[in-house]
């Protein structure tokens, strides 16, 4: 089996890439640049970079893929990129290369929640949104991964504990199913072998609030909790305000305040917990040094 991974440089792309390989597959690697496999070597994987958003540069990448798998996304906005250029017009270039060079399966991952982008408004739903909708009309068999939010974001949202301060949109008491990264390459592995044509949502063992996260963050670094609830209208009125000087910003915003402010569970496929997670990743900060 041959399994070509799209987005590979990135947390979730390297822990698939592991899995993978531990399942005797062979492995092609796509990433922005070929800096982010610095260190990676295994006689069964292969590693190329691109810019997804050229469909030039896409010709003939995945050809003698069995599986596309799509971890591509903006994590961090660079060169003035938008969701729509990557997470949607990115991820359709390559679903029209797969097509063409006849790879049988196309995996995507998507947040919980992107059916409700276009609703409210969030750059980053759209996009997944949209994409989706192409995924399922093509001519490929297909699996869409709907994840809870990453432990490994959270923990960096969580060292604001370490100074004693955390800030919450709204009233925090909104619950997810957060999950951490190996857990989900895992579940994706294994499915992505044996089903097709499929939603499957992946979270952690537990639903969590954000006042849950924030406390567990408090714990671990054996502060006194103090938690800031920060008004849902002020934060609109902060993004209006920004609106004319940073799309990138504003786009963040509107994710972050859709997510804290909507029920977004998910099926519990994860073991790890994300308290387990903080301890066994040893975050410290230099207060707690």
Sequence with gaps: MHVFIAGAGGPLGKQLIAAFLQKDVHVTAMGYSKKEFSGLCHPRLKTIA???????????????????????????????????????????????????????KFAFITPVGAEHGEEHGVPLLQAKHLFKKELRQSGLDWIIFRSGGFFSDLAEMGRMAAKG???????????????????????????????????????????????????????????????????VWLCHATLALLKPFSATYVAMGKLIIFTSTHD???????????????????IRSAHSK
């Design 165 to 231: 301060t955390m800030y919450v949109v709204g009233s925090g008491n909104c619950i997810f199913t957060p999950v951490a990264v190996q857990d989900v390459a895992r579940v994706m592995a294994k499915d992505i072998v044996v089903k097709r044509n499929t939603v499957i949502e992946i979270g952690g063992p537990e639903d969590m609030s954000w006042n849950e996260i924030c406390q567990t963050c408090f714990t671990h670094y054996g502060e006194i909790p103090r938690i800031v609830h920060v008004p």
């Design 264 to 282: 977004l569970p998910t099926e519990k496929r994860g073991t790890l917990r994300f308290s387990d997670y903080l301890a066994a990743n040893e």
């Design 50 to 104: 691109c810019d997804v958003t050229k469909p030039e540069q896409l010709e003939g990448v995945c050809k003698g893929a069995d599986v596309v798998v799509s971890c591509l996304g903006i994590t961090r906005m660079r060169n003035k990129l938008t969701h729509m250029d990557v997470d949607y017009r990115g991820n359709l270039n390559l679903l029209k290369e797969a097509e063409k060079q006849g790879v049988q």
